[in-house]
């Protein structure tokens, strides 16, 4: 079963950044936390992921609370092709995804 | 990033028959594979954890003597949707894992879709 919650869809202005929160309050010290987003009829595509320290790359930001038990991704300027739905996955002990629901965002004019 | 190719991206098989889909990794080896199913509206299910060398793990409900994973090669994996019928139309996709990544992020494929008539 999935580890994590995230809110079934957001809208955002495009050009505006995107903040896509998920709740992993069951989370244990070693294991990390995957951002990946699936565009319609596509293969998903990896994000970025973290542990504990906020990371940033060429896509997107991650925040992570400091009791880890939740964390944020941030697109800094959404555009029209960030639509998509974006998961937030935290692995089991054999490393294996199980994919929640995600989050549905529409990126909008 | 790393790269995981399938083939075919769209099959369209009569119900009875057998159906094979590749999922091979471009640039890297991939001592692990994975195969998972997507429905329309839904959400990635996993289907199976494919390592070379040994025999796949299937996820509970998930029969294995219906669907074949073959793990022959570091960078090649086939699942074989064996008897196909309706119910098996599904969006199939595989995922790779980098080995010589320090974390375990996997590398998707773009998808099969699977249309059994």
């Known amino acids: 079963d999935a580890k994590t919650t995230q809110p079934p869809s957001m809208d955002c202005a495009e050009g505006r950044a995107a903040n896509l929160p998920c709740n992993h309050s069951t989370i244990s010290g070693n294991e990390y936390v995957y951002w990946y987003r699936q565009i319609h009829s596509q293969g998903p595509q990896y994000i970025i992921h973290?542990?504990?320290n906020n990371e940033t790359n060429e896509m997107a930001s991650l925040i992570i609370t400091e009791d880890r038990k939740s964390s944020t991704l941030i697109l800094p300027h959404a555009t029209l092709r960030d639509t998509a739905v974006y998961y937030c996955?935290?692995?089991?002990?054999?490393?294996?995804?199980?994919f929640g629901t995600g989050t549905s965002l529409t990126v909008i004019p | 990033g790393a790269v995981v190719s399938q083939h075919p991206s769209w099959v369209i098989c009569k119900s009875g028959t057998s159906v094979k889909i590749e999922c091979r990794s471009l640039d890297f080896q991939a001592t692990t594979m994975f195969w998972y199913r997507q429905f329309p509206k839904q959400s990635l299910m996993l289907m199976a954890t494919?390592?070379?060398?040994?025999?796949?793990?299937?996820e509970q409900g998930v029969e294995k003597d219906k669907f074949l994973i073959n793990h022959a090669s570091l960078t090649l994996s086939t699942l074989t949707v064996t008897s196909a019928h309706p119910e098996d139309s599904s969006f199939y996709i595989c995922?790779?894992?980098?080995?010589?990544?320090?974390?375990?992020?996997?590398?998707f494929g773009p998808g099969t879709r699977l249309t059994v008539t």
């Open positions: 973290g542990l504990k």
């Open positions: 995922s790779a894992r980098d080995p010589h990544s320090a974390h375990y992020e996997q590398y």
């Open positions: 494919s390592n070379e060398g040994s025999k796949a793990t299937y």
């Open positions: 996955i935290v692995p089991n002990t054999g490393n294996q995804f199980y």
